[in-house]
């Protein structure tokens, strides 16, 4: 949600934002609206004061014995006028808001210009690309020929977009969540929370889901909504709430599943694991003071990197460009991890800055030590990271010319000591 004291003094400087995210120019009609409403609030002033000041006549003229009832008519109409009055003042206080909930974050000005992927500015690499003595085979050829990956069987139960995976498989996806909720709890100070997956409307509001992406997401028919990630209900467990300054930064994960309609991903990814219904992520969130959101992005980041430094999987972190952040983020670092199979880089996390965006529509707060008032918290998500696309990486990059997958040294222990993952038969 934006500021609409900043539009109202910023006016050119909100429109060139817009502009920034290919939208036109709309400060102008938000600040009619906005007029329009506090003019209607100050019209209600008025008359709730000349009420007050007809009701305090009526009670002098009663007292001695006089006839009020002239005036008791004119408060009756006054009464009618302000009820009016009131509804319209809602009505065009809900426009505004309204108008403001649909429009994006604002981006900072490092985020280079552009419209989609091709224009998001690589920052750096790490790793060795494996240079293979055969050709690498995709994730799902490879999980189909150890027989521990059946999309058939998904299909059945669910139709397309899900997957069933089975033994060692299934416990490697298990291993390698467990090993990055250890590594952000035990050396990243991040709090593990078991949060619900089914949210109501407001907490997809105050992140910046809805109204906007309704399309994106599953609902029930008791209208709750499945959550596409964790970042939904952690950073709601801040809504409404005002922190102690010296709480920050609040720093939160998170392994649920997750569910997106993929509304969008017609032809995408249609094979494999890549874009799913219901997929599993380690999320992190961070509820930051303002002063410190900037490096707090810089440490998220660096905490998601870790996690595939630690299994030695390849990697690139790239920059958004303005077309491809996301709706509520003012900044995003994408890391991409190296998939031999396609030869190609693919998003296992996106780690974005939000500023005060979410906090507004949230009205979450912090009490500053210093001073009077409250101010908006900053929060900032991140995938710490996509599960499923994490298990990809690891069948990809260590498997042997005969199907089987090695195992990661750092996930060997959660695998009762497993080290070789060989087909069957």
Request: glycine content about 10%.
């Amino acid at each position: 949600m934006h500021d609409i004291k900043f539009i109202r003094e910023h006016p050119e400087e909100f429109d060139a934002g817009m502009k920034r995210r290919g939208l036109p120019p709309q400060a102008a009609e938000i600040l009619a609206l906005d007029k329009a409403g506090r003019g209607a609030q100050t019209r209600l002033q008025e008359m709730q004061a000349k009420r007050n000041e007809l009701s305090r006549e009526i009670g002098k003229i009663k007292g001695q014995g006089g006839d009020a009832s002239a005036l008791i008519a004119e408060v009756a109409r006054i009464k009618a006028a302000m009820d009016s009055a009131d509804t319209a003042g809602d009505g065009e206080s809900d426009s505004v808001r309204a108008r403001l909930a649909a429009l994006p974050n604002l981006l900072v000005p490092e985020v280079p210009p552009g419209t989609d992927s091709a224009a998001n500015v690589e920052q750096r690499r790490w790793g060795t690309v494996r240079a293979f003595d055969f050709d690498p085979l995709t994730h799902d050829a490879l999980g189909e020929r150890l027989g521990l990956m059946d999309f058939g069987a998904a299909a059945k139960i669910s139709g397309a977009r899900f997957v069933v995976l089975k033994g060692a498989l299934a416990h490697l996806e298990r291993a390698i969540a467990g090993f990055m909720l250890d590594l952000h709890t035990r050396e990243f100070d991040y709090t593990e929370v078991s949060p619900p997956v089914l949210v109501r409307e407001g907490a997809l509001f105050g992140t910046g889901q809805l109204p906007k992406f309704g399309e994106d997401l599953f609902r029930t028919t008791l209208d709750h909504w499945l959550i596409p990630t964790a970042e939904v209900p952690l950073t709601n467990l801040v809504a409404g709430e005002i922190l102690a300054e010296d709480a920050l930064p609040l720093r939160l994960t998170a392994h649920t599943p997750c569910f997106r309609s993929e509304a969008g991903a017609a032809g995408k990814d249609t094979r494999g694991m890549i874009r799913q219904h219901q997929f599993n992520k380690v999320e992190l969130v961070s509820v930051a003071h303002p002063d410190s959101s900037n490096a707090e992005h810089e440490r998220m980041t660096s905490c998601a990197e870790e996690v595939l430094k630690r299994l030695g999987l390849p990697y690139r972190v790239v920059l958004l460009c303005a077309g491809d952040t996301g709706f509520a983020s003012r900044k995003t670092y994408d890391v991409e991890v190296w998939l031999p199979g396609q030869g190609a880089y693919r998003e296992i996390s996106s780690c974005s800055n939000c500023g005060d965006f979410q906090a507004r529509r949230m009205n979450a707060r912090f009490r500053p030590k210093e001073g009077k008032g409250t101010r908006f918290v900053h929060t900032l998500n991140g995938s710490g990271l996509a599960v499923g696309r994490t298990l990809i990486a690891v069948l990809e990059n260590y498997q042997r010319a005969d199907g089987s997958i090695e195992i990661p040294e750092p996930l060997r222990h959660r695998m009762n000591g497993l080290a070789v993952i060989a087909p069957h038969g």
